[in-house]
Each structure stands twice: as structure tokens, then as C-alpha cells.
Nanobody, 118 residues
């Protein structure tokens, strides 16, 4: 059974840093990453990283956030620097893999709140 456990959210002042971690269990994942959802908005990509090392970042976080993962430990980390009030959202860990017949399986963590005060 797949389980994603997040940690590291909290309250920080603008310009500060936070580090989000996610530990996955139950499978190996081709892609792991983070999405966020602000109140009244849809869930959006923050950053993803494949097991082969290909990363994808939202334009709004490029140069400020860095995603990394440890494939052996099935963990993914999002280092968030120079945080802005508009980064305030619930951050969700994401993991996916393709099954034998090409079916994509996607999983989400329970979410962790990040609040950036101005």
C-alpha cells in the first residue's frame, strides 16, 4: 500500500526559507514532486523530479526553489528560499509510476500548510 508522509511546513516571514520533505513507501516512483493549492484556487505544479534526474519547475518558483530526491530512500525534498506571501498554500507531495500495461498511478500526501507573512 502506497503512503506519502510529508513534513516541514510552517509559518515564515517573507524572504525566509522552509524545507519540505516527503517519504514514500509501497512502490518505486518514476516521478516525485510537489504541488500546492491556495484558498479558492486549483492545485498547481510547484516542481517535479524524475528518477532519471529531469526536473520541472513552475515559472513562479524558478531560481528560488530546489527539488531533490533520494531514489534509494524514496524521499523527495523541496528547499524553498526567498519565500513570498504568494507562496502561501497547502503543499502536497506527489508521486507516480507506470504500471505493466502503461497505466499511470498517481498518489498524493495529506498536505502541509506553508504560510508566508509579509
Amino acid at each position: 500500500q502506497v503512503h506519502l508522509a510529508e513534513s516541514g511546513g510552517g509559518l515564515v516571514e517573507a524572504g525566509g526559507s522552509l524545507r519540505l520533505s516527503c517519504a514514500a513507501s509501497g512502490s518505486a516512483f518514476s516521478t516525485m514532486g510537489w504541488y500546492h493549492q491556495a484558498p479558492g484556487k486549483q492545485r498547481e505544479l510547484v516542481a517535479t523530479l524524475t528518477s532519471g534526474g529531469s526536473s520541472n519547475y513552475a515559472d513562479s518558483v524558478k531560481g528560488r526553489f530546489t527539488i531533490s530526491r533520494d531514489n534509494a530512500k524514496n524521499t523527495v525534498v523541496l528547499q524553498m528560499n526567498s519565500l513570498k506571501p504568494e507562496d502561501t498554500a497547502v503543499y502536497y507531495c506527489y508521486a507516480s509510476y507506470f504500471g505493466r500495461w502503461g497505466t499511470k498511478y498517481e498518489y498524493w500526501g495529506q498536505g502541509t500548510q506553508v504560510t508566508v507573512s509579509s
